[in-house]
């Protein structure tokens, strides 16, 4: 007989008291719904006890029924260009499937990457940073080259199951991971960023500031540390009778020339959005929509079938989560508690750079990744006044620390792609826990020296 987990139990429980307090006005000010719903909220995504688009439908629900906000804050998600350019990845990640241009850039890695096991565990870093810039959806850059890098492992000698194997298949998770956080465009916690902030402060940030703030240290630095790591843990000796010839790779087919074209395109205008104004989603939106055109080849018949759209709801509800947070109060109330116990000095800028970071590393600990936007937007004003920052300087700080990863099940990728390419968690773990402490000794002290460089403190 099968055990069942008591976890989705206790979860459907919750919701249902917190829909019992709502509806018999136990709560009836619009701080006291918040206080009851967001937590809930940031529970069941923080355990994932049911499925993240449940959650999110369970959380629209609950404060409709209940009256907690305005439908237009309760569905701000919907309403943000984040949840569009969610979309967008999932389409353009579909299109790179179909039109085997995925296969194709793998087949063009095959001679620049062989020759020796550091060649291998770098060119594949690079070629998984190189789709962070053309794919804005991190889950589907993994579940894209966990396959790629598989092949391309054995073709380069390390069979299924050795170290080498291991370490090319990490490579390329990691590599196009861990930088995407400086990337506007690049992963779900970014989007909500993205989204959270425009409904806050009034306008997105631009792709180019964005870049320039956090991808020389944060990105870059993170690939630093990464290849010496993966080098020496899984160093290896191809197998010679394992090693495949190189294989000629025709010219582009018409479809994929159209879909490079495409996506060159796509970088093009991500990269100057501070100059035409159009922001990454809308950007995304024009490809996807390309992609989708009846006719165009670049997705299967009846595309919408084919693809799996339940990260929107994710997305939808993590940001409306966070605009009840703002409108009911409840992100003041927070705030209020929060300044009196952080030692936020207004003459101490490379302490409030620490603390700040910090407090949204641990937010990430129960909210996971993608909430820690919705929780920290909020508490920007506050912040700001209290230490003399500007509310840009304060925001920007939640992508040093989201951008600190310190387990797996923060990050729904990597949960993907330790399931998808079987990878050992306690490994996964240890890269993790590694470059999180590494960040923080190294990299943060760097970056704090870059915003004053640049201005920001």
């Known amino acids: 007989m099968t055990a069942v987990s008591p976890k989705p139990t206790i979860a459907l429980v919750a919701i249902l008291t917190v829909a019992v307090v709502l509806l018999t006005g136990l709560v009836d000010a619009p701080l006291g719904k918040a ?13 994932a006890a049911l499925p993240e688009w449940f959650s999110a439908l369970a959380f629209f629900t609950l404060c409709m029924v209940g009256k907690v906000a305005a439908p237009d804050t309760v569905f701000a998600g919907f309403a943000s260009s984040a949840i569009w350019l969610v ?16 296969d194709r850039m793998a087949a063009r890695l095959v001679p620049l990457v062989s020759g020796s096991f550091r060649r291998s565990v770098v060119g594949t870093m690079l070629f998984g940073l190189s789709l962070t810039f053309m794919m804005p959806s991190a889950m589907g850059r993994v579940v894209l080259i966990i396959p790629i890098v598989t092949a391309l492992a054995v073709h380069l000698g390390y069979t299924k199951g050795t170290k080498g194997h291991r370490g090319l298949v990490m490579a390329g998770v990691l590599g196009t991971f861990m930088p995407a956080f400086t990337v506007l465009p690049a992963n779900v916690p970014n989007n909500v960023f993205l989204g959270t902030v425009e409904a806050m ?32 843990r899984y160093r290896d ?20 020339r159209r879909l490079a074209l495409l996506l060159a395109l796509a970088f093009v205008l991500w990269a100057t959005d501070g100059i035409h104004g159009i922001t990454p989603a809308w ?7 390309f992609c989708l055109a009846p006719g165009s080849g670049l997705l299967p018949d009846k595309p919408l079938k084919s693809m799996s759209f339940e990260p929107l709801f994710y997305v939808a509800g993590i940001v409306g989560m966070g605009a009840v947070a703002h409108a009911n109060g409840l992100g003041a109330w927070v705030a209020e508690h929060v300044l009196a116990v952080l030692p936020l000095e207004p003459d101490a800028p490379a302490q409030t750079f620490g603390v700040l970071s910090a407090v949204s590393v641990v937010t990430g600990l129960a909210v996971t990744l993608p909430g820690i936007p919705a929780v920290m937007t909020p508490l ?10 500007s509310s840009w300087a304060v925001v920007m700080t939640q992508v040093v620390g989201y951008s600190t990863v310190l387990f797996p099940y923060q990050a729904p990728p990597l949960v993907v792609a330790i399931q998808v390419g079987q990878l050992p968690l306690r490994e996964v773990a240890w890269f993790c826990a590694v470059i999180a402490a590494l960040s923080i000794l190294l990299l943060w002290p760097l970056d704090y020296l870059w915003w004053s460089l640049l201005g920001w403190t």
């Open 35 to 47: 206080m009851v719903v967001v937590p809930l909220a940031v529970g069941l995504w923080a355990t």
């Open 87 to 102: 979309f967008a990845g999932i389409v353009i990640g579909g299109a790179m499937a179909h039109t085997g241009l995925g």
């Open 201 to 232: 402060l009034g306008a997105p940030p631009t792709f180019a500031t964005y870049l320039l703030l956090h991808f020389p240290v944060l990105g870059l630095g993170k690939l630093l540390l990464l290849a010496p790591l993966l080098i020496l």
């Open 237 to 256: 000796r191809p197998d010679p009778d394992q090693v495949a010839g190189l294989v000629a790779v025709p010219p582009l087919a018409g479809r994929e």
């Open 283 to 289: 950007v995304g939106m024009v490809v996807a929509l």
């Open 380 to 389: 920007t004003d506050t912040l700001a006044a209290a230490t003399g920052w």
